[in-house]
């Protein structure tokens, strides 16, 4: 049996992969991640529930990194959303070692605003008691 919450988390990915504002695309991404992770919590020794969540969060990463890379422009606010919930909330580095096409999607994305960014903060930034260091 398939938890409801996995099957709504999967319905508002399927919605965020229909949406063009990226605003109301990280809300669904971040509602559905949320919803998803619940029925892991809820199931926690169901291994088959562990791997279609894995498999079905590989597939937002890589359909969120090839949107990202179709950006020219963005609104820094919501550049920094991305970037945070690219980092925080997903596990994107198996996706972009996996895939050179990816990783330039996620570069061109982060080059963006990176410099500003850097320029601004030379050593880090705090967000919700975290320490965050800047990369390229």
Not at 46 to 67: F, P
Not at 78 to 95: G, K, V
Request: hydrophobic share 40%; glycine share 4%; with cysteine.
């Amino acid at each position: 049996m398939i938890p409801e919450e996995f099957i709504e988390g999967r319905a508002l990915f399927e919605k965020a992969d229909k949406e063009n504002d990226p605003i109301i695309k990280l809300v669904f991404l971040q509602d559905g991640l949320d919803s998803i992770e619940s029925s892991i919590n809820d199931y926690p020794d169901e291994e088959r529930l562990l791997i279609l969540t894995n498999n079905l969060k590989s597939s937002q990463i890589r359909s969120l990194l090839a949107y990202l890379g179709s950006f020219q422009s963005i609104d820094i606010d919501i550049w920094f959303d991305y970037i945070i919930f690219l980092n925080c909330r997903l596990e994107i580095e198996d996706e972009l070692q996996k895939n050179h096409h990816l990783q330039q999607n996620y570069n061109k994305f982060k080059a963006l605003w990176i410099q500003t960014i850097k320029r601004v903060v030379s050593k880090g930034i705090v967000i919700n008691g975290k320490f965050f260091i800047i990369k390229d």
